[in-house]
């Protein structure tokens, strides 16, 4: 993968980026779009599992479904391209070999970690019960975060999106009859069309702590 701008450290990415709800109809170049996918994609997941569904919304009819499930936010029609987020809560359960063969090639996981792996990420899944879900979705929205700072990093903008119905947005990606598939988040990308302030933090003591809840971290 070549990266074509100087991209922003990430520091500077994480502190520069804004929930932005106005995007010019500019579109994203192919290759930028790719990069994107790639670096989004190279999110650490629970036991590797990648339980992720990331599926990429461009074509006109289907930004206006999706703004429709969006309680009609306009970002996703704006911004040239939106990234539905979803997670399935059962890939533990499903044939691991791509996985293993994955870790194997890279020599990451030697003979024994497979085999171990091979009969503990099931029995993990399992355990989970009605966790499963919960879980995917961790993985999903951790692969979210690496898109938004990584678009941030390469010129774009991005809004975290959890302002929608569920079974709607299911229904435009295809997964209406998918009672594994659960939605975590939906992240519009494009060119910001407005400045957007920083709402700005709490004092780190009102949500860090050392060591117990109830003792303001002070730094
Ligand atoms: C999980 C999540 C869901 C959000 N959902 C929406 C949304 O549906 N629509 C929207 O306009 N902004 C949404 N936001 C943006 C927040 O309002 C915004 O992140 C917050 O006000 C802080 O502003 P900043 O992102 O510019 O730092 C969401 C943010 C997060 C993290």
Known sequence: MSLSLQPLDVPTAI??????KTFKPDPIPAELLRQLVELTVAAPSSFNLQDWRIILIQDEAQKAALAEACWNQQQVVQAPVSFVFAANGKDGLQDLT????????????????????TQAIPQFTEGLGDKQREYAIKDAMIASAHLVLAAESLGLSTCYMN??????VKAVIGAADDPDLAIAVVVPVGYAAEPRPNPG?????ERVFQERLGVPYEG
């Open 163 to 168: 302002g929608w119905v569920e079974d709607k």
């Open 201 to 205: 933090r709490l004092p780190l003591g």
């Open 98 to 117: 791509a996985i293993m063969e994955s870790a194997r090639a890279t020599g990451a996981w030697n003979d024994k970690t497979i085999a171990y792996f």
């Open 15 to 20: 502190l520069q980026r804004r929930s932005i």
